[in-house]
């Protein structure tokens, strides 16, 4: 597969009349691919039954003819007002019950049938129309699944789903009732028709009632997404793509990529640093204009996981976004930096967002390749430099890691469910271990739980919720250094402490007797250096301490290959331990500098420099925002 480049354009948004010179200008930048219609919808069927689509044939006619390759995006992310007045209560109701209102975008409900057959009748127009154009070479479903907090919906539909998903589930209201321990407050149901959603309650709903909910929400996404990938097989060959965000965690995008065939995501590396990650005011002043070091890196190894080995950027902040509280321009260089970046993690396109800056609406501060006027922005020049560069070296593709890092979204939503310290976020202590293994110049695989683990060296499994028999076993039987832990395998699918006590690992002579949380700011000491905070967990067992508290109380134990950590270890004491498990798996580690990152792709060791300074890599010099490529024998 060959590394291209694209971009995101609305043809609707612009006269007819520059649609040509766009094309033309975008094929001169070295672009190959054009993402169009995801928002198009009102421009397509203005009111019912009234279907324009001779403006996108143009359309697409046009950037066709210019070379270019269409991604036809279906426009399902913004229904237009009459499709709304047709079904007043498709909209979503947030947890206080407040309808989510026109005016922007996603305003549905996932549960919506009504409105899924609109969806289904939009989605079959453009297929027939368009499934077998020379010129539509991908689809994108919908935009952005679960963007602005819309996984989640509490209307009439999604009670009345989730009530058929809890009889489908469960079978019966006493097995429910069972499962989820209903005894408790006498919340016993007597019928399936009884149970409401988890919102709206007096104090904490039953855990294992929120869980389940969070569990409907997740398949009710994936549910949506597939009613439209099932119409599109019908009457295409093209690939099927979604483009999914950071840190969003709300659906399984592992079962959501199943019925895709490549994964895509929108990476926006400075409107996420200051706008979605837990990190201190000097961080983020030490990368304003660059981004986090290892941020857009964790995402590029978790959607090539969910991708199944095929992902893509869909869209890259090209100069500053508008929806961040704080809106920096890309250091130069940094447009370049972030493009070579996805393509060392395997990407095999990169598309920017988006051609022209739009001068109306929402996004009129978000800028694009090209000005409002058209002139070119800076980051056209530094597209346009990369365009060159990846036709020397075309090849997409990146060999597995040796380290793999198991990421699973149901942990994500139980320790929402019941966080039991205010800051236990499961993102963030995977995110924690994850930037250990890039400090110490690791090259990662972000995995599913059900993932293979042959060849790894060393697996890490922090934070899952549940841990099956067999994936204990497996774990278990692993040939490399297994981490297991914190809060690992610590509830039943029905959110219950398992019996008997956690972990229960094949091998490994250890209980978590009880748990403590930790307010931020109290740290406990570790022998011989570091420290745990958020999360300490009290270790009953003969396994052997392999790291304990000043105190002398287990941290970590293990047995041959397995380890059980149970604490939430700083960053200092995360590196040891990392360390410590590369040394015995034989894996050789190499301590970045501050802002230097390495990627391994088989063929080339790629070094990224997220400094505003240069810094050097083995004698080499890299320029701040600078990329620097090595060859690797073998
Ligand atoms: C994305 C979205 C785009 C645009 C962009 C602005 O989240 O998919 O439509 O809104 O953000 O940065």
């Known amino acids: 597969m060959n590394r291209t480049l694209g971009v995101c354009y609305y043809p609707e948004h612009w006269p007819e009349e520059i649609w040509a010179e766009d094309a033309r200008r ?3 930048a070295g672009l190959t691919w054009v993402r169009i219609g995801e928002f198009a919808w009102s421009r397509l069927e203005p009111s019912e039954g009234d279907a324009h689509f001779d403006w996108l044939d143009r359309a697409i006619a046009t950037l066709g003819a210019a070379g270019l390759r269409v991604i036809l995006g279906t426009p399902t992310a913004t229904p237009p007002r009459w499709v709304l007045d047709k079904h007043p209560d498709m909209l979503a109701l947030d947890a206080a019950g407040r309808a989510r209102g026109f005016g922007s975008r996603r305003h549905y409900c996932f549960s919506h049938q009504g409105y899924l057959a609109e969806c289904r009748r939009i989605v079959t127009k453009l ?16 935009n952005e699944y679960g963007c602005h907090d819309t996984t989640i919906s509490y209307s009439a539909a999604a009670r009345d789903a989730f009530r058929d998903w809890c009889a489908q589930h469960y079978q019966s209201p006493e097995a429910l009732n069972r499962a989820w321990g209903n005894v408790f407050w006498s919340m016993d ?26 569990r409907f929400s997740s398949d009710q996404v994936v549910a949506f997404n597939r009613a439209q990938t099932e119409i599109l097989r019908r009457h295409t060959d093209a690939p099927l793509i979604h483009n999914y965000m950071g840190r969003i965690t709300e659906f399984d995008h592992f079962a959501l990529g199943e019925a895709l065939d490549i994964a895509s995501w929108d990476s926006y590396p400075i409107g996420f640093l200051m706008d979605r990650m837990d990190a201190d005011e000097a ?10 070091p290892d941020f857009q890196a964790f995402h590029h190894d978790l959607y090539r996981a969910v991708g199944r080995g095929r992902w893509w950027i869909m869209e890259q902040q090209p100069g500053p976004v508008n929806w961040a509280p704080w809106n920096p321009a890309p250091l130069p260089g940094m447009v370049r930096l972030w493009t070579w970046e996805a393509f060392a993690h395997g990407a095999e396109t990169v598309c920017f967002f988006r051609w ?17 006027d058209s002139s070119a922005a800076p980051g056209l020049a530094e597209a346009a430099e990369v365009a060159r560069e990846i036709a020397q070296a075309p090849q997409a593709g990146t060999k597995c890691a ?37 400090r110490l110049g690791l090259s990662v695989d972000v995995i599913a739980p059900d993932t293979d683990l042959a060849g790894y060296r060393l697996v890490l499994a922090p934070g899952i919720f549940t841990l099956s028999d067999a994936l204990k076993a497996r774990l278990a039987a692993h040939d490399g250094i297994v981490i297991v832990g914190p809060r690992a395998g610590s509830k039943t699918p029905d959110f219950t402490i398992p019996l008997p006590l956690p972990p229960a690992l094949p091998g490994l002579d250890v209980a978590v007797s009880h748990v403590e949380s930790l307010p931020p700011g109290h740290l406990r000491e570790v022998a011989g250096g570091g420290a745990i905070a958020h999360w300490y967990e009290h270790l009953d067992g003969t396994a052997e301490p392999l790291v304990t508290l000043e105190t002398g109380a287990a941290v970590m134990v293990g047995a041959g290959n397995l380890r059980y950590l149970g604490a939430w270890p700083m960053p200092g004491l995360w590196d040891k331990i990392i360390a410590a498990a590369c040394a015995q798996a034989g894996l050789a580690t190499e301590p970045m500098p501050e802002g230097l990152r390495l990627r391994d792709t088989g063929r080339e060791r790629f070094v990224f420099n997220y400094a505003a300074h240069p810094q050097s890599y083995r004698g080499q010099p890299i320029p701040a925002a600078g990329v620097l490529r090595l060859a690797l024998d073998g």
């Open 189 to 214: 149901y007597a019928s399936f028709d009884e149970i409401g959603l988890p919102n709206l309650t007096v104090t904490e709903p039953n855990p294992a009632h929120a869980m389940a909910f969070r």
């Open 26 to 28: 975008m094929v001169e």
């Open 283 to 292: 961080h983020k002043a030490r990368y304003l204009q660059q981004g986090d």
């Open 402 to 438: 040796k380290v793999a890092l198991i990421f699973d979204y149901p942990s994500a939503w139980a320790w929402q469910v019941q966080p039991q310290g205010a800051d236990f976020d499961y993102f963030r202590l995977v995110f924690a271990a994850y930037r250990s293994l890039r």
């Open 356 to 372: 022209r800056q739009a001068p109306f609406a929402q996004e009129q501060m978000h800028a694009g390749l090209l000005r409002p």
């Open 127 to 142: 297929a027939l129309r368009y499934g077998a154009n020379p010129h539509v070479a991908a689809w994108q479903t919908d």
